[in-house]
T-cell receptor, first 106, second 112 residues
Framework: QQPVQSPQAVILREGEDAVINCSSS?????VHWYRQKHGEAPVFLMI?????EQKGHDKISASFNEKKQQSSLYLTASQLSYSGTYFC???????FGAGTRLTVKP | NAGVTQTPKFQVLKTGQSMTLQCAQD?????MSWYRQDPGMGLRLIHY???????DQGEVPNGYNVSRSTTEDFPLRLLSAAPSQTSVYFC???????????FGDGTRLSIL
């Protein structure tokens, strides 16, 4: 079963913050986050494992709540380079959500 | 440092033709997967493999076959191409389900 992402799209100005959510109807043991630029392959951002941990990657961080079966990706003080589509992936067979298209404008 | 290599990068087929999309990785990864991505859409899992000789179906397996005779290679076969299979196909590999997926650059396939 695919995870569900929200929102579908976000438009920001440089310097603004955004949150992307990922939830599953199945028990989660890990959540992956990837970013895809237009015309390119997805690129790995981070993995969160069971335990409610929070990770960071530059000004991008994420949390994972396995009890609620959800993860959130936090983009702080967004930069133009953050534009792209963000995907979460879950499960041993790695199924991805439909994606969140993030556009950062000057 | 090749990573995941997909060939061809572009292909145009006629309805009913068959072809094989190639995927090779040089990282000794056990896990390999095929995804398709339609315009403006997410990644949908076609087939995956957790090791040589082991394959399983994903969300959208119909019309596709796979085999995994070696750790390095995971080819995807289209048996009888249909216009609905026009898409970008990505191959990915990882050393485990809790490890990063490494994606190839994709194969852009058009079926007329």
């Amino acid at each position: 079963q695919q995870p569900v992402q929200s929102p579908q799209a976000v438009i920001l100005r440089e310097g603004e913050d955004a949150v992307i959510n990922c939830s599953s109807s199945k028990a989660l043991y890990s959540v992956h986050w990837y970013r895809q630029k237009h015309g390119e392959a997805p690129v790995f951002l981070m993995i969160l494992l069971k335990g409610g941990e929070q990770k960071g990657h530059d000004k991008i961080s994420a949390s994972f709540n396995e009890k609620k079966q959800q993860s959130s990706l936090y983009l702080t003080a967004s930069q133009l380079s953050y534009s792209g589509t963000y995907f979460c992936g879950t499960g041993n067979d790695m199924r991805f959500g439909a994606g969140t298209r993030l556009t950062v404008k000057p | 440092n090749a990573g995941v290599t997909q060939t061809p990068k572009f292909q145009v087929l006629k309805t009913g033709q068959s072809m094989t999309l190639q995927c090779a990785q040089d990282m000794n990864h056990e896990y390999m997967s095929w995804y398709r991505q339609d315009p403006g859409m997410g990644l949908r899992l076609i087939h995956y493999s957790v090791g040589a000789g082991i394959t399983d179906q994903g969300e959208v397996p119909n019309g596709y076959n796979v085999s995994r005779s070696t750790t390095e290679d995971f080819p995807l076969r289209l048996l009888s191409a249909a216009p609905s299979q026009t898409s970008v196909y990505f191959c990915a590999s990882s050393s485990g389900y809790d490890q990063p997926q490494h994606f190839g650059d994709g194969t852009r396939l058009s079926i007329l």
